[in-house]
């Protein structure tokens, strides 16, 4: 689980804040079931954590019944993959394996992932009212704010659970109706 940039921190292990793992937690009732993008200071606690370089959650399998993304936010030089690469298996394990997926990603709605893989394959947005979200570091509530706005995207079928619980936490959009969209923007590169 990254966020930031080198600008902010040397560190590339941002944790999501102990709020959000709860709500997310909440909508699933249940416990995580995957985290693809795990660390040694993972609050999520998953069942299955997949951390590099043991694993790589790109290439292992996301046949699960919840899975909670908190991807790389940049680009991995090293291993070549980008955030929309990310986005992509959290859209396909909701069409594949009908799992439930939440992602917690920057707001960037005019990019190519955002248009690939969240407009007509998500269900719901919320973008979170933290002006400056403030990820874990090293484990510690000790981060400073991220530079950007984020949102919790929901790709699942219980879009009024996803709502009722994410409202507290910010601005709630139903993107169900974009459905008819995705046919447009699949073409987009998935390298944008």
Known sequence: MTAGREVIS??????????????VREVFRADIALDPCSNKHSITD????????????????????????????????ERKTTIGQWLERCAQAHEEYGSEVMA????????????????????????LSDTRLR??????DIGKGAPMACAMIYWGDHYERFHDVFIRHGAVVDMSHLKMLHKGFKDISINQ
Request: proline share 7%; aromatic share 14%.
């Open 46 to 77: 998953a069942d299955i954590e997949y951390t590099l370089p043991e694993k790589d959650g790109l290439k292992e399998s996301w046949n699960y019944l919840n899975i909670y993304v908190n991807p790389p936010y940049g680009r991995d030089r």
């Open 104 to 127: 917690l990603v920057p707001v960037a709605t005019n990019t190519g992932h955002w248009k690939r893989s969240i407009y007509g394959r998500a269900n719901a947005v919320c973008f």
């Open 10 to 23: 040397k560190n590339k292990e941002w944790g999501t804040p102990k709020k959000y793992v709860d709500a």
């Open 135 to 140: 990820f874990l570091e090293d484990g510690e």
